[in-house]
């Protein structure tokens, strides 16, 4: 009778500690976003694929906003086939920044990658 207890207890007093495991080490983080952006902006090609990459984003939040859901649709398979073409290190990077996209350690990834956003305007 008191094995059920006991399990019970040790899953709710580890849920805390997988929840923590969950959410990606931010210094990690910031060194791989640093590590991207240099891969990125060593190579002229890649730079070109980011831009393309940025260029279609706002083509789909164009889209989403005119309810034009197979535009997006489209537009977001065309994202998705050039990210693969960055590497497998933008794709764990893109993955492990859904995480903490809308948070503040999140703007601070996106103040990494600003000097590789500027140099899309030229």
């Not at 034009?68 to 537009?75: G, N, P, S, T, V």
């Not at 996106?110 to 899309?120: G, N, Q, Y």
């Amino acid at each position: 009778m008191k094995s059920p207890l006991v399990v019970a207890l040790f899953a709710v007093s580890m849920a805390p500690l997988y929840a923590h495991a969950q959410q990606p080490d931010m210094v990690k983080l910031k060194a791989d976003a640093q590590k991207v952006v240099g891969i990125i902006k060593s190579d002229k090609a890649k730079t070109r694929l980011y831009c393309e990459i940025n260029d279609l984003g706002e083509q789909i939040g164009e889209a989403e906003q005119n309810n034009e859901d197979i535009k997006a649709e489209a537009l977001s398979q065309q994202v998705t086939e050039l990210e693969k073409k960055l590497g497998p290190e933008y794709l764990a990077l893109m993955k492990d920044l859904n995480n903490v996209a809308d948070s503040p350690e999140g703007r601070e990834i996106d103040l990494i990658f600003a000097p590789l956003d500027d140099s899309c305007a030229d």
